[in-house]
C-alpha cells in the first residue's frame, strides 16, 4: 500500500452490464494484476467456451462463479492510482445477491455504476441506485458501458445518460455533477487511456474521474465501531474475528466489548494485510485476538466497539425508511429480515408513526394505517433478537439498514434514534 489516501469503492448495476470486467481491467490497467495472470485467464475461460471472460475472472475467482459467469460473493480488490488507494467492492448484480450488494454498498464511500449502452437501465439498475442512495454513498461515476457494442455511437450513449439522469433526479441524487464516461471494459475504452472511438466525447476518462473523486472524512472521532463478518480460529492465535472499522480507532491493549453477545475482553493483537499492526483506523480489513474471547461467544453482526461505551443494542428503534417494492401493502405487525452492517435479522414493525412526503420530507399523514411503494413512513421496529444498531444523526456508518422480504429488497432506511434494551 502506498501512502495514498484509502477509498472504499463499489462497483454497482445490473447483471451482465459488465461490472467485473470493468473491475478486471482495472485491476490491470493500474498494474494490480499481472499480464501472465490475465493471459492464464483468458486461456482458462476460452477453454470453458467463455472467451473474452478473462477480466471477469480476476474478479471471480470462486470456481463456482466462473462455472456460473455470475459474480456471488463481494470479492475485495485493491488497486492504486495517483490519488487513492482502492479497495473495489464489487457489487453482485444477480437479484439473490442483493444482500451481498447491501453489505457492500454499505461499505463503500463512493461508487461506479455500470450501465450497458446496448441495454439502458433496467430494474437492478434502479434497485442498486436506490440503495446507494439510501445507505448514504456520496458520489456516483456512470460508467456507460459496452460502447463496443453500438458502435461508439454518441447517440446511444446520450439515450442511457437521459435514462440515468431521470433515474438519479427520483432518488434526488445531485446529477449536476455527476460524470457519465462512455467506456468498453472489453476493449479499454476510456478506462485508463482516451479512445480513438469516441472522439465526441471530451470529458474525463475513467481514472481521472476516481482520482477527482473527494477525499472521504475518516470518522476517527467518533468512538470504536467495528461489525464482525466473520469469526475464525487460527492455530498459534486462538479466535480471531474479522471485520471492518467503521468508525474510531481499534488499538492493541484496548478493553472492548462485543453486542448484543455481551463478552469483552483486552485486544492482544491487530492484523491487517497478514501483519501485525498496532491500530487499525476505519476504513481497515483486519483480524483481531481478544484476551478470553472464544469462537462461540461471538458471532457475524455482533458490533465491537470500547468497554467503557459499548455499541447500543435495541429494544426498539425509530426509523426512517422508503418502500421500493413490496407487492402489496406494509402494516402494523409486519415482520421481515432487517440487514443492517453485517448483521441479519427479523424484525416486527410496530407501528407505522408517520408517513412522509419524499418530495419535500415533510410529514404527510399521522399513524398511516399502511404503507406501500414509493411511501417514506417513519415506523417503530422491534427487532425478534438482539440487534446493534445505531442513530445514524450519531453513527451513520451503523445507522443504516435494508429490509428483506420473499427474496428481493423491499425497503432500505436509516435509524432516527434508538431505545437501548
Known sequence: MSDEQ???????????????????????????????????????AEEKGKGGFEFAYVMDNLAEERERGVTIDIAHQEFSTDAYDFTIVDCPGHRDFVKNMITGASQADNAVLVV????????????HVFLARTLGIGELIVAVNKMDLVDYGESEYKQVVEEVKDLLNQVRFDTENAKFIPVSAFEGDNIADESEHTGWYDGEILIEAL???????????????????????????????????????LNTGDNVSFQPSDVGGE???????????????????????????????????DVCGPAEDPPSVAETFQA??????????ITEGYTPVFHAHTAQVACTIESLDQKIDPASGEVAEENPDFIQNGDAAVVTVRPQKPLSIEPSGEIPELGSFAIRDMGQTIAAGKVLSVNER
Not at 9 to 20: C, E, F, Q, R, T
Not at 232 to 244: D, K, M, N, Q
Not at 279 to 294: H, L, M, Q, T
Request: hydrophobic residues 30%.
Open 6 to 44: 484509502h477509498q472504499n469503492l463499489a462497483i454497482i448495476g445490473h447483471v451482465d452490464h459488465g461490472k467485473s470486467t470493468l473491475v478486471g481491467r482495472l485491476l490491470y490497467e493500474t498494474g494490480s494484476v499481472p499480464e501472465h495472470v490475465i493471459e492464464q485467464h483468458k486461456e482458462e
Open 267 to 301: 485486544v492482544k493483537t491487530v492484523e491487517m494485510h497478514h501483519e501485525e499492526v498496532p491500530k487499525a483506523e476505519p476504513g481497515d480489513n483486519v483480524g483481531f485476538n481478544v484476551r478470553g474471547i472464544g469462537k462461540d461467544d461471538i458471532r457475524r453482526g
Open 320 to 329: 426512517q425508511i422508503v418502500v421500493m417494492q413490496h407487492p402489496s401493502v
Open 116 to 127: 450497458a449502452a446496448d441495454d439502458g437501465v433496467q430494474p437492478q439498475t434502479q434497485e
Open 211 to 249: 482520482n477527482e473523486l473527494p477525499a472521504p472524512e475518516p470518522p476517527t472521532d467518533a468512538p470504536l465501531r467495528l461489525p464482525i463478518q466473520d469469526v475464525y480460529t487460527i492455530s498459534g492465535i486462538g479466535t480471531v474475528p474479522v471485520g471492518r472499522v467503521e468508525t474510531g480507532i
